[in-house]
């Protein structure tokens, strides 16, 4: 692939990106979340037309317009996200698509090849077992068998272990070393050092949607790639007012939370935030940072283990009870949770306290206190609207956000949890949510700041936390901060207890 | 324009009914001068009114769970339910005063309408059942046990087999605007209505449901306890429901009897959407509808056509009223895949 570019509205996923896989070879992508890595291979698929750029297969230039023509050039790709059918049995999703058979009186000779390639590359499965009765790791295994079974001597795996326990990653990466000897090419897209490094004879580094570097097997270096994964920024230093940290506000104790596949998202994990205290968490997004801070707002059950606000217990406590015991809440999602778009921005603006004096009584809404209190902070956080009285969907990104902030952090909240407070925000906005963030810590409150950008995380924070596979693999204060060190973290190569 | 597309609607739908009257051979201008007719007459109008209350109490009561997406099918059992706890009490208290004996039906129509949405309330809120599916099924629980009570124990000894009850005492009937068939139900629609706008509009309850209508997580994130909202909220749209079938036993039928309601309850669907779920836009309305519903009696009376052909030109006006409506939410495009 030459000079592959593609673009989104507002970004460059791929900037001019140059990659080539020799047959028999194993070549890692790594890069973080945003890098361009599932873009890059979107693009050799089919699923997605680079603007610019070309695709030699075998050293003839071809035109991918779809996966159909990726499949039948022999690219097969497993995704991140399964696209299989739950109802269906395991040889039906296999099929699904193909010419062949064309009746379904012919599924014996089908189901014999399958099991033929099956046992070839050791990955059992029974073809009449249906979707929803098969684990993650099985259901893995049908959508590899389903590439195999097109004749793929291309196969881009997607961050693939993410869903297998240890014994089924090792199995993996042995398949991926027989497809290897056979003569046929895996590209292995991934954020795990590890990993790419136990199995790639190459490993390619993409950052913010340029090529990093590509490094051959004899050279490959953990420091060396997650630095590359990571970059050396130039940090900007915000004013950031040397203040003493207080007592501890919020105390996780072994705490576990399910993810939505069934899998512990958060594991056994235990940190301590202070007054007077920013703690960065950071991560590469999906390693349990989401559930984390849904599991402390209460939008997601405990699974064990406890959350303290300031001694008690509020691990099971509504949602209700922890917006008055002073958590605010600054979710991932603007539009479809925070700040519900066919509400005004009045309405919106009293979302977490409407039951609250003084703007209801228990019964009634008092919309003359509605009113004013949309007025002041519209006037104090600089919300850019029309009126108070127009649906929050006319707002713009930054503005939405600023609307959000402006409720959350009104009510003098102890504790704030902020998830990708400044992701798709401006310069401008960026700043402000900032120095807003800033601000509301040096007058006392306790704050949890998520993000996926570092040069945010460490001048923002004073203690930093990297999160890895659902556990803390390494805490230590702002100021002892060392990228290559994070870098490793991130990568799950490191720990720091 | 909110004035001029049903009106246009209504037109449209007017003229596509000509092939059908045609069809039956009957004259199509005879037949709309029978229709608007309806509306000419101090009996037709009245009547019309008449016909509504039934429809403007369920319809009001579907504007609070269609307000958070709760899709309550089920208003039609709930009004039967309604229809069985008021003759309940015909049969307990058969010697109290009217005042009493309304009253008592009233509030029992009202509960027993209620309970009957609780059920599916609570199944979507703790089990996430369909409720499309609860309520649609435990309408046919409701009409059968209806009928099993007008088939057997509350038969009309004196009512030659047929499946209907005794007919009420005069203390069990709603009092009548003289000259007309209204009843006092009316006034309690009217009432209803203005009182469940105002626990839209002003209540912390109405906007809950708006949250929890734009998206459950926000709700969630909002604080709002789905269980208790949705509970709340089916308990009233079940009781007005009931209220309505209360009307239909005490004001118009003046028993219990198989098939009290003619399909009120799946009416007031379309009104309450037609009435964008608006309380006050019901009752306009389930006005007109009466009216509509009035007009087909009228071809049948008047110009002898089977009951087949008159549903089927009601069938007509809304399918034009509703498209209309659609229109006008909806942008349309037309795209070549």
């Known amino acids: ?497 | 324009m909110t004035i001029t597309v049903p009106v246009i609607s209504l037109v449209l739908g007017f003229l596509s009914a000509a092939p059908l009257f045609l069809a039956v051979g009957v004259n199509p201008v005879l037949a709309y001068r029978q229709v608007l007719g309806v509306f000419l007459d101090v009996d037709g109008l009245t009547e019309s009114l008449t016909r509504g209350i039934p429809l403007l109490l369920a319809s009001v009561g579907l504007c609070l769970p269609f307000k958070m997406n709760f899709w309550n099918i089920g208003a039609e059992g709930q009004l039967f339910m309604g229809a069985f706890g008021a003759t309940a009490m015909v049969f307990l208290l058969p010697e109290s005063s009217a005042f009493v004996l309304l009253g008592s039906m009233m509030i029992v129509g009202f509960i027993f309408g209620g309970i009957w949405g609780l059920v599916p309330g609570y199944l979507k809120a703790r089990l996430e059942v369909n409720e499309v599916l609860s309520t649609l099924m435990l309408n046919f629980v409701a009409i059968l046990w209806v009928d099993y009570l007008v088939y057997g124990p509350w038969r009309d000894p004196k009512g030659f087999g047929f499946p209907l009850t005794p007919m009420f005492p005069p203390n069990a009937r709603l009092p009548w605007i003289p000259g007309t068939r209204i009843h006092a139900g009316l006034v309690v629609g009217l009432i209803c209505a203005g009182l469940v706008y105002v626990f839209l509009a002003r209540t912390k309850w109405g906007y809950e449901l708006k949250v929890t209508g734009e998206s459950r997580l926000a709700a969630k994130y909002a604080g709002i306890n789905y269980l208790k909202l949705t509970l709340l909220v089916m308990f009233i749209s079940g009781g007005l429901a009931g209220l309505a079938g209360m009307g239909l036993v005490s004001g118009i039928v003046l028993r219990l009897r198989h098939g009290i309601s003619p399909g009120y309850g799946f009416s007031a669907i379309i009104i309450a959407w037609l009435a964008r779920l608006n309380p006050l836009a019901a009752v306009p309305v389930s006005i007109l509808f009466g009216g509509l519903l009035v007009a087909g009696d009228a071809l049948q009376i008047g110009l002898g056509l089977a009951f087949a052909t008159s549903l089927v030109f009601q069938a007509l006006i809304l399918l034009f009223v509703v498209g209309g409506d659609m229109l006008t939410r909806y942008k349309m495009a037309l795209t070549w895949a």
């Open chain 1, 1 to 497: 692939m030459k000079e592959i570019v593609k673009k989104f509205p507002g970004v460059v996923a791929n900037d001019h990106i140059n990659f080539d896989l020799g047959a028999g070879e194993v070549h890692g992508l790594l890069g973080e979340n945003g890098a361009g890595k599932t873009t890059l291979m979107n693009v050799l698929y089919g699923i997605l037309r680079p603007e610019e750029g070309d695709i030699y297969i075998r050293g003839e230039r071809v035109d991918i317009g779809s996966p159909r023509e990726a499949i039948s050039l022999g690219i097969g790709m497993v995704h991140q996200n399964f696209k299989l059918v739950e109802p269906h049995t395991v040889l039906e999703n296999i099929l699904l698509g193909l010419k062949e058979p064309a009746f379904l009186l012919n599924l014996k000779d089908a189901a014999e090849r399958v099991l033929e390639i099956s046992k070839r590359y050791e990955l059992p499965v029974d073809p009449k077992a249906r979707i929803w009765q098969l684990s993650m790791g099985e259901r893995q295994r049908v959508e590899i068998l389903k590439a195999l079974y097109r004749g793929a001597n291309i196969l881009i795996l997607d961050e693939p272990t993410s869903v297998l326990t240890p014994p089924e990653t090792r199995e993996l990466f042995r398949f991926i070393t027989q497809m290897a000897a056979e003569g046929r090419s895996v590209v292995f897209i991934t954020h795990k050092l590890d990993e790419v490094m136990a199995v790639s004879d190459r490993v390619t580094v993409l950052r913010a949607g340029r090529n990093v570097d590509t490094v051959d097997r004899q050279e490959l270096d953990k420091t060396k790639l997650a630095s590359m994964m990571v970059g050396r920024e130039v940090l900007f230093t915000l004013q950031k007012n040397p203040i003493a940290a207080g007592e501890p506000v919020l105390e996780i104790d072994k705490l576990t939370v399910m993810g939505d596949k069934g899998l512990a998202a958060v594991k056994n994990l235990t940190l301590a935030i202070r007054k007077r205290e920013i703690l960065g968490i950071a991560g590469i997004a999906g390693n349990g940072q989401r559930e984390l801070t849904e599991a402390i707002a209460g939008m997601r059950p405990v699974a064990s283990g406890q959350i303290r606000l300031s001694g008690k217990e509020i691990g099971r406590e509504s949602i209700s009870r922890r917006i008055g015991g002073g958590i605010a809440y600054i979710p991932e999602d603007r539009v479809g949770v925070a700040a519900p778009q066919g509400l005004t921005v009045s309405q919106d603006l009293v979302l977490r306290r409407y039951r609250e004096e003084p703007f209801s009584n228990g019964v009634f809404l008092n919309q003359h206190e509605i009113d004013s209190n949309a007025d002041t902070l519209i006037k104090e956080f600089n919300i850019m609207v029309s009126g108070k009285d127009v649906p929050a969907r006319t707002l713009s990104g930054g503005n939405l956000q600023k609307l959000i902030l402006a409720r959350e952090l009104s009510g003098n909240p102890k504790l704030i949890v902020a998830a990708y407070p400044t992701r798709g925000l401006d310069v401008g906005a960026t700043e402000y949510v900032r120095s807003l963030l800033l601000k509301q810590r040096d007058t006392g409150a306790a704050l949890l700041m998520v993000s996926e950008d570092l040069e945010e995380i460490l001048s923002l924070s004073d203690r930093i936390a990297v999160m890895y596979g659902g556990e803390i693999v390494g805490t230590f204060s702002a100021s002892e901060a060392n990228i290559e060190e994070i870098g490793l973290m991130m990568g799950g190569s490191l720990r720091k207890p």
